[in-house]
């Protein structure tokens, strides 16, 4: 039976230029959810790692459990949500998250005991559960198929540029007041620019206002049988979708390659502080990476429509494993910048790859089902990549090692998603969903 899609057209759709297809500024307003709430979630926890050390003289395994917790939990969190998004929606989860997540991220630079520094990125890991990762995935899933892969590429990009833009400004923050200073107004930014662009510009799925995905009319957006954009609207079950060899290529590929980008990422700040000579100039290289994601997603985003996604998926992550051990290998500071640049190029582009191999295989019907199952895999692998990575810090007394094994982890990756094949289509499916709301045959309920 097909969503049943309120209608909602939001307050930025009566002023902004109606020659430009809508779905072109929900792009540009998750790039600003994204922004915020990954700039400060994700970027900001290696800036925080070695304040936390200095101030309440926590070990790197003690302080790498916050991340840990923080990954999991907001996984957990998006696996949990993603069938409920599929049926109603993600706007109250995105609207009750940010503000949880702003909340919570202020409280950080509060806390005196380590339990206190648990509590609170177990909060923040749930509102970022809610707010982001599959909410945003979905609704881009919704209103592209064919440009789905350059929408995606900028609605993302606001992940990086949390990375350019607020890391340095956490760096200084904490240089200038401590977390104490830092963390209140990186959690102001959060709500003052999120929860504007939930509430006035992000609308669920094109139908709410009457258009299709990509823009198309009604006859160009009716799929004809057996062809990819029927397959977009085929109905997977979680036990179907987990049947298949390609849901478990790229359950276990992203696994295993956001242990090592995630543990390399948080560690990142504390391992080039000492080659660098400063934290501020250490926490710069978070922008230099996050610029090279930018700028590679955006090149990335203009083809990958038209490629073999598993093969350049192959391509980012060898090229991912083999920076990480040239950065560990060269003790050269200009290298070391080169490289990290390098680094950069792949990061963002997993990320997204791992949502247009989603939405490639299963389609965007049921989208957050599948995406919140495989988005807590890659949750699960960032959780485990800090605390891994701080542990055998601890154990070998340097970074050589664990990045050595995180590279290994990486490559192992590159060859489990060759797998990831799309599943033949067995079964019939409707058009229902491209119907806008209101039209015949748009709508019963869930």
């Known amino acids: 039976m097909a969503i049943q899609s309120v209608v909602r057209v939001p307050f930025a759709a009566r002023v902004l230029p109606g020659r430009v297809y ?30 936390l050390k200095e101030e309440h003289g926590w070990s790197t395994t003690q302080v790498s459990w916050a991340p840990t917790i923080y990954f999991f939990l907001s996984g957990l969190t998006s696996a949990v949500i993603g069938p409920i998004i599929d049926r109603r929606g993600p706007m109250l989860f995105m609207t009750v998250g940010l503000v949880v997540n702003g909340v919570s991220a202020a409280f950080i630079g509060l806390v005196d005991e380590l339990w206190q520094l648990y509590a609170v990125y177990f909060v923040f890991a749930v509102a970022y559960g809610m707010s982001a990762g599959v ?52 959690g102001a930014i959060v709500v003052l620019v999120g929860l504007p662009v939930v509430l006035l510009v992000i609308a669920w799925e094109p139908r709410q206002m009457g258009l299709f995905p990509d823009g198309e009319t009604r006859e160009a957006a009716r799929p004809a049988p057996g062809s990819a954009q029927a397959a977009q609207i085929r109905r997977w079950s979680r036990v179907e979708a987990m049947g298949t060899l390609g849901f478990w290529a790229v359950f276990l590929a992203f696994l295993m390659v956001l242990i090592a980008q995630t543990g390399y990422i948080i560690h990142q700040v504390s391992f080039l502080e000492e080659r660098l000579g400063s934290r501020s100039e250490a926490a ?68 997204m790859m791992q949502s247009l191999l989603v939405g490639e295989l299963f389609g965007m019907v049921s989208f957050g089902s599948v995406f919140g199952l495989i988005s807590f895999a890659g949750q699960l692998g960032s959780a485990l990549g800090p605390i891994g990575v701080g542990f055998l810090h601890d154990q070998s007394n340097g970074y050589g090692l664990p990045f050595t094994v ?15 094949r799309p599943q033949k289509e067995r079964a019939a499916v409707t058009s229902a969903l491209t119907a806008p709301a209101g039209s015949p045959g748009s709508g019963g309920g869930a």
């Not at 779905?23 to 070695?50: D, H, N, S």
């Not at 203009?302 to 991912?320: E, W």
């Not at 995180?406 to 990831?420: D, E, G, K, Q, R």
């Open 284 to 351: 710069f290289t978070l922008s230099v990476t996050a610029f090279g994601s930018i700028v590679a997603r955006l090149v990335v985003g203009i083809f990958a429509d038209g490629v073999d996604k598993r093969l350049l998926t192959v391509l980012l992550f060898v090229v991912q494993a083999t920076c990480t051990l040239l950065i560990v290998s060269i003790d050269n500071v200009a290298a070391t910048w080169v490289l990290t640049l390098m680094f950069g190029f792949t990061i963002g582009n997993i990320y």
């Open 135 to 186: 909410a945003v995935n979905a609704i881009m899933t919704r209103w592209f198929i064919r440009r789905r892969a350059l929408a995606m590429s900028i609605s993302s990009t606001g992940v990086s540029l949390g990375g350019v833009v607020l890391a340095p400004v956490a760096s200084r923050l904490i240089d200038a007041g401590g977390l104490e200073l830092a963390t209140p107004i990186l």
């Open 406 to 420: 995180t590279a290994v982890i990486t490559y192992s990756a590159a060859l489990v998603i060759l797998f990831a």
């Open 22 to 51: 809508y779905g072109w500024y929900v792009a540009i307003a998750c790039a600003l959810l994204m922004f915020v709430g990954v700039g400060v979630g994700y970027y900001g926890l290696p800036i925080f790692i070695k304040p």
